[in-house]
């Protein structure tokens, strides 16, 4: 009884803080549209022009504002970090609906070499820029885990390994989180001035070119709310998907070339590098099981027969486009009202010049390098 009263008050500590994000991003759906509607009045768009802001712009904006003007009591911040954890994995499990397992496996083998030489700049230009300025090779090592691979979970798995101090892990996760969310907001319509009508490019630039896995989502997301294309979203989550596996071969490697280079204080103990098995996403597998649920149904229904034995085509593509959609707007837009409510500017004091230049240096490296590599050979990358 004790074990199950526990648990209700754990689940039920989540409520507010889930409660508040789905409230921001229901409120950020309804002023972009009523944006659109007012534009449209006033003849300003086009007749019948969709808003031309995005409702997860808007929800992640007034997260910001909420946090860092009225405040939010400890209450919220359980069910807020709930949401920023497992509603967006769980929305990105979803999504995996939308691709066949041949589509999803097909993008990521093409885009392999963009993504492989996209994380190489990052780490190679930041922990060249670490020593050039006489930076804390260990929060070197945290930026170029954070820039090349999967943001705040790279620092995170790589922290323990090269016994990073707390303000060195606060500073990369201040520097991800900054240039990140700048990145969210502004790289979708970067992307579409680059690769209008080639949704492909778009995706990939926006899944090579951000740092975290919760920004490239936000970002595919509100490209596909300006502009229409959902093949964005599905091209930029296999993308930056396929990029967060290598956190099984970088991390060990980055923390191999830290440990080789420090002396080791006698009697201290040294921190091992994680096991392989254990830096593989779960949500990545999840990803590509409902691929994999997709792929069966699709074949199935390719043949004339009942998918499973109990749908047919209509209601396999209402089953699908559901729990997909479910995934996209109301999961992923609650995590992404929670990256604006978790986005406290107070932590960006104190960071100093030199952190800020090696982020600045090193986000906006791997996005020139993403932008020229797909504009060279993105059009190679079919699905």
Known sequence: ???????????????????????????????????????NALNVLPAGSSSPISG????????????????????????????????????????????????????????????????????????????????????????????????VTAIMATAPVVKAKDNEISYAVANITMFGLVSMLFYPYLAHFFFADHPIKAGLFLGTAIHDTAQVTGAALIYNQMYGMEKVIDVATVTKLTRNLFIIAVIPFISYLFLRNVEQVEGEETKQVPKWY????????????????????????????????????????RFYT????????????????????????????GLGLKPFMIGLVAAFSVSIMSLILISLFGGLVTI
Do not use: H
């Not at 993008?107 to 006489?134: R, S």
């Not at 149904?297 to 209601?315: C, E, H, P, S, W």
């Open 56 to 151: 997860i712009f808007v929800a992640i904006l007034l997260g910001i504002l909420i946090r860092n003007t009225i405040g939010l009591s400890e209450m919220f911040m359980d069910g807020i970090k709930f949401s920023l954890k497992y509603l967006l994995r769980a929305g990105i499990i979803l999504l995996g609906l939308r691709l066949s397992l041949v589509e999803a496996l097909k993008l990521g083998a093409w885009g392999l070499p963009l993504i492989i030489l996209c994380i190489a700049c990052g780490l190679t230009v930041t922990l060249y820029f670490t020593k050039k300025m006489n930076q804390s090779k260990r929060l070197g090592t945290l930026i170029a885990s954070g820039t090349g691979i999967c943001g």
């Open 278 to 317: 254990t830096l593989i996403p779960l949500f990545v597998i999840g990803f590509l099981l409902l691929a994999l649920i997709r792929t069966v149904g699709d074949m199935t229904i390719a043949r004339g027969d009942q998918a499973f034995g109990v749908l047919n085509v209509a209601t396999w593509e």
């Open 1 to 39: 009884m004790r074990k199950e009263s526990s648990v209700k008050n754990k689940f039920l500590n989540y409520v507010p803080g889930v409660a508040i994000c789905l409230a921001v991003i229901l409120i950020g759906i309804y002023f972009a549209d009523l944006l659109g509607l007012l534009l």
């Open 322 to 349: 559901a729990f997909s959609s479910f995934g996209s707007t109301y999961l992923l837009g609650a995590a992404m009202a929670g990256v604006g409510l978790s986005t406290n500017l107070k932590m960006f004091k």
